[in-house]
């Protein structure tokens, strides 16, 4: 119970995305100024369809978990059990996503008491621990299409 507190605790300041359809190019350090791919986005585990899936790729380390600007976002409508989302022109390089199901579209993961209220989920499916994935434990390298698949978890 006590990592499942410190989890939600260090998770207090995950991912404040706000609820945007357009999406700004990434900035990431060591991206080529190539060709770019798209980034497929599989989310299971939604526990029913209300509100909307926040979404944000960046591949800046210094912008994970939390959403800056030059990360590229989306909102898509919540449906149970699983959503699809296509990132498009995203050049080569390294990059991490966090998800949210932000069941009242507020545009906020809700908390109480620190801990996630809504669902949450990010690149490589980390373990749960006491603090918030870092963008090294969350990365994947992008040199042509992709596809990942992410799973919600719900702590409340």
Known sequence: MASTSAFGIACAGLIVVSAVSSQAAPQAGGQSQG????????IAGLRDSRGVVQMCMTGRAESFPV?????KT????ARKGAVRYE????????YAVAVFHDANANGKLDRSLG?????????????????????????FFLKGQATLHLKLRYIL
């Open 115 to 139: 801990i996630p209220r809504e669902g949450f989920a990010f690149s490589q499916n980390p373990p749960l621990r006491p603090r918030a994935p870092t963008f090294k434990e969350t990365r």
């Open 35 to 42: 060709a770019s791919h798209s980034v497929v986005v599989e």
């Open 67 to 71: 959403c800056a600007p030059g990360s």
């Open 87 to 94: 990132f498009s022109d995203v050049p080569d390089g390294e």
């Open 74 to 77: 989306a909102s898509v409508p």
